[in-house]
């Protein structure tokens, strides 16, 4: 099926299968691979992208669904993730790296809608992304950070 | 400004938040991709493979084990082929690799392969394996069997002095749920492979290849996205299977497992079941008896070696004079386990931990006081008949943790609230234990781990060892230990990927070594080249300027640019390796673990509020990473210790994807504080200890909120609820 969607800005237009997974689209056809395939069953949050300015798991994601979307990956939110990064960083909140795109969408969604830094809501917020490596704390501690310090 | 000891930010943390940091799965490929086709049976032989006539096979790539000299996957022992030839052991087991140009056409070939069984007996549990009646390996099953004596617990064992105590301990499978599945790509360029993929040794994948065709293929690793362990030695089989698929198609060929393939198949931590019998006399344990059996699964894998570890730690570092040890790694018709962070220690932790806070109850002592009857004093012998040399410190590590989670008033407080509160009950739980660091005893000098390092000419030195970074700090830690040699920024250090050509072997990435062991080689041969540089210019240089000066001159007069080390087996380490005696580990980490947990009398849902940790680890080279290191051990702990089970049935795993699998989540994370000391002695390892202590203290707070005892991991609700149910 012919799908036309906007990926970052840029206008798409793709001829693919009606069962083609949007983070296939994403990783393989436009070679956009910050976003990752952890479990490709919407456990693990490793896949999240924006679409049309609702948080979802891109493995959970049709063909059929796509045509007429407005979608964004952390190569599309340089400019609103920057702070975020910065805070990622200082707080060490990165060691293997491979949940971490997942996790910096995750906060800027919730720095759009959300006011509080404390760390029982921001917990609470982070539930749909799974870290094995770190626990959680940095990444906690990073954004409490961005959104004290760099808001 | 030396650098080891000093927080640096990690080194590779701006590629990896930009998502530019490439996993094997990022890179561009073009080629064929791989699918194995698995036993669906748990035990019996292949009778028949039949390609459905129907079906168009021509454009599919088959690998069979026809198309290798040598089929044997030599880990310890010699019993695991690459893929089946006849006798298949556990549903799961691979029996060819077929490759397409078109991933989807993989799943649709597997429906048109039937596989013909003549099916056998299967078994599914230690217990059975025991007995023997159906033989998986040898004659009994076993594939190591250690009998270890220390002192004459006959003597006591056989008098009628004495009180005697006995208890069991059970746990089951952990999954390393690293974030990135299993994968790697054989690249396949004029006639030439190279294999890349996600791995924590390199050496090992590159040496099963060679194992297989005697074809020298180089290897490295991708940017890893997690390992614990679980890429220890299973990517071997992975980066096999890309080698010959691309070999056979002659082009590059790529295997990334899906979630579900990878809960299912691959190797995980051994179930275990651990018995204590002890004789006491005045609240001390003068003899004991301990057995221990794994659940190996199907083929020997790391078994015996995961075996000799938990024979170390079963004890902990416990004044015990008289200690008999009866110790199996059995086999059952299940995916073969193997490394998992910890490596056998955290089970015997676990037993240990609960075992003594289990005594606390019948003798009717605190679990401080029976801890400190068996402190380890300079005459305590470990349980393979070594001097436990660290007996000040482990001393000193408990006093302090007594003192830093106010443990005795928090006991003595949750008792009066929970004679109060009927619906939450409240419990404090307390765990001292070891990990000893390197690999079991000969394995080091077995290992003889070479580091090199290479100066560049504009000064920068460049690491070229065999460690992987796989998110715990190697590449940073490394370069630390190397910078602060020469007191340098770390700005002039290069680390080079762990490339099987161009590298030196140091080691696998694992077994809590790479600060200790590969960091020691490395600081030798930095030291060699700083005596080279000094000893030709006479510029004895004390900050970059000068070294850089240094280094102009050198270059006009010497060529010199590689320096290596090797690993020596220090004089005063003794090892028996036949008698399994000696000190079986360069060094010990230690720690102690204190959990204030909650119990919802309603939901039976168990809450860890808070963590002390105490952690012994000498000098930490980068103290904020090692913080974190252990954050994220102590809630790999947690999920062991609360809800991470895998369901089998008749030997399938039921629950293989995450949904139903648990891992901790962040509202999982309880308060956490953590304090390193012993600092000012060398880098000891730090890598598994966090994963040791936890769940004993977590399972001995919920046994004192609930005045139960818990004698098996995981404790989920259902766990609790029954427990209750049964007092």
């Known amino acids: 099926m012919k799908i036309k969607f906007y990926v970052n800005d840029k206008l798409m237009e793709l001829d693919v299968a009606e069962d083609k997974r949007l983070i296939d689209i994403l990783r393989y056809e436009l070679k956009l691979t910050s976003l990752k395939e952890g479990c490709g069953e919407g456990e693990c949050g490793a896949c999240t992208i924006f679409f049309n300015s609702k948080l979802v798991n891109s493995c959970l994601i049709l063909a059929t669904q796509i045509d007429g979307a407005k979608i964004y990956t952390l190569e599309g939110l340089a400019k609103e993730a920057e702070k975020i990064k910065k805070a990622f960083i200082k707080k060490e909140a990165i060691q293997c790296g491979f949940c971490t795109s997942g996790f910096i969408l995750k906060t800027v969604d919730y720095m759009k809608s959300n006011s509080s830094s404390k760390q029982e809501d921001i917990k609470k917020a982070l539930d749909g992304n799974l870290c094995r490596c770190g626990g959680y704390y940095n990444i906690i501690e990073a954004i409490e950070y961005a959104m004290k310090k760099l808001n | ?727």
């Open chain 2, 1 to 727: 400004m030396k650098l080891i000891g000093k927080n640096i930010t990690r080194l590779d943390s701006k590629e990896k938040v930009s998502g530019e940091a490439k996993f094997i799965d990022d890179y561009p490929f073009n080629g064929i991709y791989g699918l194995i086709i698995r036993s669906s049976i748990a035990h019996g032989e292949i009778e028949k493979i039949i390609f459905d006539k129907d079906f168009d096979f021509s454009n599919f790539v088959i690998v069979s084990h026809k198309d290798m000299k040598n089929n044997i996957n030599e880990v310890i022992l010699k019993d695991q082929p690459f893929l089946s030839e006849k006798v298949v052991k556990f549903i799961g087991e691979p029996i060819l690799i077929i490759g397409h140009k078109r991933k989807e056409k993989l799943k649709e070939a597997k429906k048109h392969i039937e596989i013909k069984y003549r099916e056998f007996k299967p078994i599914f549990s230690i217990e059975d394996s025991l007995k023997a009646d159906i033989k998986i390996f040898g004659d009994d099953n076993s594939f190591k069997t250690i009998i270890s004596e220390v002192g004459d617990t006959k003597r006591y064992f056989n008098s009628n002095k004495y009180k005697k105590f006995k208890r069991s301990y059970k746990t089951g499978h952990q999954e390393h749920i690293y974030l990135e599945p299993q994968g790697f790509i054989a690249f396949y360029k004029d006639g030439e492979i190279k294999v890349k993929g996600s791995m924590q040794c390199p050496f090992y994948v590159s040496g099963a290849i060679k194992s297989i065709n005697d074809e020298d293929i180089e290897v490295e690793p991708a940017t890893v996205g997690g390992g614990f362990g679980g890429k220890e030695d299973y990517p071997s089989i992975v980066g096999a299977y890309s080698y010959l698929l691309a070999k056979k198609a002659k082009e590059s060929a790529k295997i990334i497992y899906e979630r579900s393939e990878d809960i299912s198949y691959t190797t995980k931590r051994h179930p275990s079941f651990v018995t204590y019998e002890a004789v006491i006399a005045k609240n001390k344990i003068k003899a004991i008896k301990v057995k221990l059996l794994l659940d190996s699964g199907a083929y020997a894998s790391l078994s015996p070696v995961v075996l000799e570890r938990a024979i170390t730690h079963c004890l902990g570092f416990y004044d015990i004079e008289n200690i008999s040890i009866e110790a199996k790694a059995m086999a059952t018709n299940t995916p073969p386990n193997g490394a998992f962070r910890g490596f056998g220690a955290p089970q015997v932790m676990f037993a240990i931990e609960r075992f003594m806070d289990d005594l606390v109850k019948e003798l009717n002592i605190s679990p401080v006081e029976i801890r400190k009857k068996h402190l380890p004093n300079k005459k305590s012998l470990t349980s393979t008949h070594a001097l436990i040399r660290e007996y000040k410190e482990v001393q000193n590590i408990f006093t302090k943790a007594i003192e830093f989670s106010n443990f005795e008033k928090k006991e003595a407080k949750f008792r009066v609230q929970n004679r109060k509160n009927k619906s939450v009950k409240k419990g404090i739980g307390i765990s001292l234990f070891i990990h000893g660091t390197g690999f079991t005893g000969g394995g080091e000098a077995f290992l003889a781990s070479e580091v090199l390092i290479e100066l560049q000419k504009n000064g920068k030195v460049k690491i070229k060892v065999a460690s992987v970074e796989i998110g715990q700090g190697a590449v940073t830690i490394l370069s630390q230990r190397v910078a602060s040699v020469l007191n340098l920024p770390i700005s002039m250090i290069e680390f080079a990927t762990a490339n099987t050509k161009y590298n030196l072997n140091s080691g696998p990435t694992v077994a809590s070594r790479t600060a200790m062991v590969v960091g020691e080689l490395l600081e030798s041969a930095t030291v060699k080249l700083k005596k080279r540089l000094v000893n030709i210019t006479h510029i004895e240089f004390k900050n970059k300027k000068e070294y850089l000066k240094a280094v102009e001159a050198y270059f006009k007069v010497d060529d010199v640019v590689e320096f290596r080390e090797k690993f020596e087996q220090p004089k005063d380490i003794f090892w028996d390796e036949e008698n399994f005696k000696g000190q079986a580990y360069l060094k010990y980490s230690l720690g102690v673990n204190v959990a204030e947990v909650s119990v919802d009398l309603k939901t039976y849902k168990p809450k860890v509020d808070k963590i002390y940790a105490l952690f012994d680890i000498g000098l930490a080279i980068n103290p904020k990473l090692a913080k974190i290191q252990t954050q994220g051990g102590m809630m790999q702990a947690l999920g062991y210790a609360l809800m991470e089970k895998i369901i089998h049935k008749n030997g399938r795993v039921q629950n293989a994807n995450l949904s139903s699998y648990l891992i901790p989540m962040a509202s999982d994370v309880p308060k956490m504080k953590i304090e390193f000391i012993n600092t000012n002695s060398s880098p000891k390892g730090l890598g598994e200890l966090p994963m040791n202590g936890t769940a004993p203290a977590i399972a001995n707070a919920i046994s004192n909120a609930l005045g139960v005892e818990f004698d098996s991991l995981p404790i989920t609700p259902e766990t609790i609820m029954e427990k209750l149910n049964e007092n």
